[in-house]
Nanobody
C-alpha cells in the first residue's frame, strides 16, 4: 500500500490549509498523525472506512474536519484557525482493519512521506 500526501505549507496563525492523502490499496482506517520537533508522534484525526466514524484529538476537534472520497480512495483534512502549536510534520496513515487503540502510531504500518505544516505567530 502506498500513501500519497500533499497540502502542507506556511500560513499565519488563524489561517487554513487542506491536506489530502490518497491510498493505493484497501483500508479500514485512515487519517493523520503529526510530529513536532522533539516530540512524539501524536494522532490528529482518523476515520473508520466501514461506518465513517471520525475521531479527533481534543485540541483540534473544533478546528479540523476530516472527510473522505470513496471513489478516489482519498481523505482530506481541512484545518482552520491554525495555531503555532499545530506546527509539525503531518503523516498520513492507514491500516487494513480498525484497531481499538487507534491513537497509537505503533498500530499502523502504512505511512505517507510526511508534509510540513508551519504556522507563524
Amino acid at each position: 500500500v502506498q500513501l500519497q500526501a500533499s497540502g502542507g505549507g506556511l500560513v499565519p496563525a488563524g489561517g487554513s490549509l487542506r491536506l489530502s492523502c490518497t491510498t493505493s490499496g484497501r483500508s479500514g482506517a485512515m487519517g493523520w498523525f503529526r510530529q513536532a520537533p522533539g516530540k512524539e508522534r501524536e494522532y490528529v484525526a482518523l476515520i473508520r472506512w466501514d461506518n465513517g466514524a471520525k475521531y479527533y484529538l481534543d485540541s483540534v476537534k473544533a478546528r479540523f474536519t476530516l472527510s473522505r472520497d470513496y471513489a478516489k480512495n482519498t481523505v482530506y483534512l481541512e484545518m482552520n484557525n491554525l495555531k503555532p502549536e499545530d506546527t509539525a510534520v503531518y503523516y498520513c496513515t492507514s491500516r487494513l482493519r480498525w484497531h481499538v487503540n487507534y491513537n497509537d502510531p505503533g498500530n499502523y504500518n502504512n505511512w505517507g512521506q510526511g508534509t510540513l505544516v508551519t504556522v507563524s505567530s
